[in-house]
């Protein structure tokens, strides 16, 4: 069997970010965007996923599935990195040169007028020097240990001797990172490293400068939080400033870096060459979205796909009375996300409401959800909430929202010893006349208002009871309280999800060999499991056919001879990060559709607790399954995967279709259309 | 509307081997559950073989309690209902235990005897079958296994086997290396305990067969094809089908089983016992097809305390099956049947119209309505001391619905009585509390009256009216023939009930026509 390297795959994914950034009729900002994230995205790579491999070429040697061994796919990654961050480098100075044009630019010093240059130097004078320290490195001053992804200035002096001196000026990450320069028209950004180095001379007074450059530092974050604790929130806390102090996994340097001011950096950073990187003008180009951002730029940017009222939610007094209707389903960021921040209040406040149980894995920063939680704790009703500590680089703000939340009297748990609790789900539990009923929110995505702008999900409501025990089952076993249930309606993992998946594509084999309809789609974010990828490869062979919607990595190569030929691999990308996971299956002419919080990773089959549900009622899957087929037909931003493991953009035949805003305009047509027949009655 | 509906209550059991609580409402038809919990524990293991409960055990198990009772609260329900059987039952340091309990978790832990526990599984497995005229039903306990034979829905008859599942499957795997028959083995010990109950056959005499147990899920499936839902449905098992299964799994070994259906070895050795008994049962009886579901004492709790009337027809119905219990006891021992009915009649006419004197309640009366039945049943054994042979009888019986505390009260009322003060001995070697030995002769006194009424077993005298007019009691009795020898008792069991109830006894005779003094 074919397998495609999982960190090569995601380099393609995030070529294709940038593929984004280098679309010349796309506005300059919207580019800049995307060069912005494709650098976020590098930044996270290195850190995670280069350094774990820095890891394994020290431990292991074995090949694996894809034939390649630690070392070799080390090596690989790092030379397609490389060439990528050139890519990079490039695009940067394209879009700056169309920027330009609109008399927006990223300016030097010498670039400035006398007055402009004055402003500079008050700002350098009074806020950017009092907090400087620039510090010298010789036999009595050690190297100083510098913070992951900190930018620095490297000062090479010479002494009266002519021996070289040298010093490093680390540039002030609570300071911005470009500094807006007053101009008549247009814009004009220092970079504030730029305005540093001009006063050199100043901090650097004691000796002569005889070259310097910029760097820039990216550390190992893979760190894990050790589960055997008595207190994970403090083993959180420690993992977090072990993460600050991990070893330097890239070294980037400015073109033209002085050739032994960088052999001094890599000596005291113990680099080897191969992790070094040199060439833009503008390092850390993640910061680069700031001025992308900018509200009063948005000419420069594309029209923004602005998320309409749902349409099922319109004049909703009452919630739970509109969930008790029907179950109803949302999909953000077409349609707000506003009825469960609603949903959630409602459930806060409502006298009815005994007890709220919510998983919280990665949370906005003025949350709504977290208040609403409170102000339901803080009036007597029993709310449980399961934060998971260990979301990656949400650590920090997760300590935060649970300590919060401790106090306002929720109970707060951290879920299961050694598993990630990735699954999406608030419970209400409500006293009605007849009865307790249980309302339920299961959704793809995270309780985070600013990602339900950025990020497609689906999520749905149901009141049913089975989802209602399955939930609360799901949430007695989180807590503690009971042992792994069997469910009615969701599946589980790691409980039995892989299996899941690998009797369902069982089954359309079987229905293929019965000359039966089969058939298989999936939309998930990334495909790694190699056993799920082997069954899919079966189905292939057995004529299933298998389309499969992968944003990110893609471990299965389609087309194949003997292989996979009737398995085809497209890839979404568009102003909205695609990150709905949507499971379909033909069922011998009986669609079956499920939604959850897992994507085909062994991280999730196997090391999180997920959950799945089905989309029993007749026209919400009928809905889901146009989200697919809309998705298949796109035109503008997808990317089909071939059996040389290149993607390549699918050409556009016929009309233009961008999945994104064809979903958006179905979702204000169906505002428009409920408004109209809301205005009738 | 039903007035129930939308009750909610939790269910706590604390077994051998977990904690379990479901909680559910009643939706105005039937029971729904809304959560069911199950934390594993070792507290039988720990009990059987040490005899206690370390305290670290009853910590944990406290936790537990905390955790589920932190649950109850989220449903609004400000307490569940706990119980225990065996494991928690045969630890000699219960009363610490229980105490930890009700000191820490606020909680009262209802141990349940074994006939208790028998008494609300048949109660509430009458609901997840349609009504018969004779139906047996049969639930497959851990140690033991309990028999009822109902008719129309009430208990006619009970009993048990002091051998349950967990033990046959012992039996099966110790004999394993000398017979590869292990279907003949479990039988064969199957059939050795159903002949100590000699009743048992007669409880064979029937339309349909109930199986129930805690742990038949995985059987279930087996039977089935796929799940069922365990916690409402039962399965329609023929005979045909059953035979089928037999015969493909009584050439299958434990751990063939445990592989197939990917269970551990103590569900596939149950599994096997299970299959084999049901066959024995089908083949005992003419019966087609039984039914067979899943049940638990926590089901149970909640079929009792949700369905409404359940509570009601319970109570009616444990005091019948109580009854009847009694009576089959009393047809064993040759007891005479009809002064034993008799003396229950004539006891509990007193009992209601001495209501305001003894204030005791209807489980009290129950029990000397049981008392009445059995108090000649030492006969059997023993006719020159027959009370005392009596006491004997009845402190060992097994009588379906009571604890084993009720039926030493009931030995007692039976038992030869020194006029108060004097404290008899239960069978662990204590002694009966103040208000147990107050209750007893009260109630012994009026057995003793009663069967004084009685006194040549003939049924010569009704009892027309009982009334107390200061310190005596005036008793209008209808006699149909020469009355001397009850006269003659009644001034004998007169200065017992004086001094139990301070009340001079009085009487007139009516006799058939006209009015006689006494």
Redesign the interface.
Known sequence: MKFIERELSWLDFNARVLAEAQKKDSPPLERLMFLAISASNLDEFFMVRVAYLVDESKNRTDRDQTGMTPQEKLDKVLQKAYNFQMRQVECLDEILAKLAEKKIKICAIEDLSDSQKEFARDLFYDEILPVLTPLAVDPARPFPFLLNQSLNIGVRMRDDAGENLYAVVQVPSILPRFIMIPVKTGRLFLPIERLIAHYLPEICNLHEIAAYGYFRITRSADFDADDDTDDLMEEMKRTIKRRRRGSPVRLQLSAGFDGELYNFLKKMLGVNKKFVVQASKILSMASLSKIASMEDLSHLRAKPILPVPAAEFLECDDIFARVRERDLMLHHPYESFNPVLDFIKAASVDPNVLAIKQTLYRVSGKSEVISALEQAAESGKQVTVLVELKARFDEENNIQWATRLERAGCHVIYGLTGLKTHCKITLVVRREPDGIRRYLHLSTGNYNDVTARLYTDIGMFTCRAMFGADASALFNHLTGFSRPPEYNKLIVAPENMKRFFLNKIDGEIKNAKKNLPSGISFKANSLLDYTVAQKLYEASKAGVPVKLLIRGICSLLPGVKGYSENIRVRSILGQFLEHSRIYAFENAGEPQVYLGSADLMPRNLDRRVEQLFPVDEPDLRERVLGILDLAWRDNVGAWELGPDSIYRKVEQKGARICSQRELSKLAALAYEQKKKELEHI | MSKN????ISAVDIGSSSVQMHIA????QRI?????????THVGQEVFSTGHISFETVRSLSDILT??C??S????IARPIVMATTALREATNLAYVLDHFAVTNHVNVQVLEDGEASALLFEALKSRYPSAEKVLQVYGGTGTIDFALLQNGKVLFTQSIQTGMLKIAEVMRETSEFSRYSDLVVKEHLTKFLSHAGQIYKMLETDGIVYASADIAPLLKILNGF?INTGTDTLVVSKEEMQKIYGEYKRLTVDQIARRHKLDLAQSGNIYVTIVFLMLLLDSTGVNHLYCTQINLVNAALNLNLRQGARRAFNENMREGTVSSALKMAEHYRCDLKHAGHVAYLALILFDKLKKLHGLSRQQRLLLETACILHEAGSFTNTADMREASFDLIKNAQIYGLQSRMTLLIANIVAPQDILGIAQSDRRGGVLNQEDMIFVNKMHSILHLADAIDESHLGKARLLDVKQDGDQLLLTLRVTEDYALERYALIQSAALFQEVFGLKLDYIVKKAGRMEDK
């Open positions: 509906k939308g009750k909610i409402q009643w939706d105005g729904v559950t809304l959560d069911q919990l199950e934390k594993p955790g589920f932190a649950l609260k989220e449903y609004d799940e």
